[in-house]
Nanobody, 120 residues
Framework: VQLQASGGGLVQPGGSLRISCAVS??????YAWFRQASGKEREFVAQ???????IYTDSVKDRFTFSLDNAKNTVSLQMNSLKPEDSAVYYC?????????????????WGQGTLVTVSS
């Protein structure tokens, strides 16, 4: 299994950015995004399931949207109204089991991360 994240970059506050993660090897029942700001621990951002509601951490609700492309086995995170505190390396992750999980240790495979910088 390989996860390849892409799409990061520099964006001004209030702007938008879309990051994606191509998953190869097999399909999973759920996917997640985490982020890690400089000097901080990696934190949960969102989790999406083929069935059931998406889960978002409170700080990104109504601004970020997770989507799945079954044909391409790609997941994306549309980020709107970005804030400087959203700046971080964003990681996609998958877990072999189902269920809502927020901890880094609950996930089995990780992408390499893509850097998002929100700054004027």
């Amino acid at each position: 299994v390989q996860l390849q994240a892409s799409g990061g970059g520099l964006v001004q506050p209030g702007g938008s950015l879309r990051i994606s993660c191509a998953v190869s090897g097999r399909a999973f029942s759920n996917y997640a995004w985490f982020r890690q700001a400089s000097g901080k621990e990696r934190e949960f951002v969102a989790q999406v399931f083929w069935t059931g509601p998406d889960i978002y951490t409170d700080s990104v609700k109504d601004r970020f949207t997770f989507s799945l492309d079954n044909a391409k086995n790609t997941v994306s995170l549309q980020m709107n109204s970005l804030k400087p505190e959203d700046s971080a390396v964003y990681y996609c992750a998958v877990r072999l089991s189902s269920g809502v999980r927020f901890r880094v240790s609950d996930y089995d495979y990780w992408g390499q991360g893509t850097l998002v910088t929100v700054s004027s």
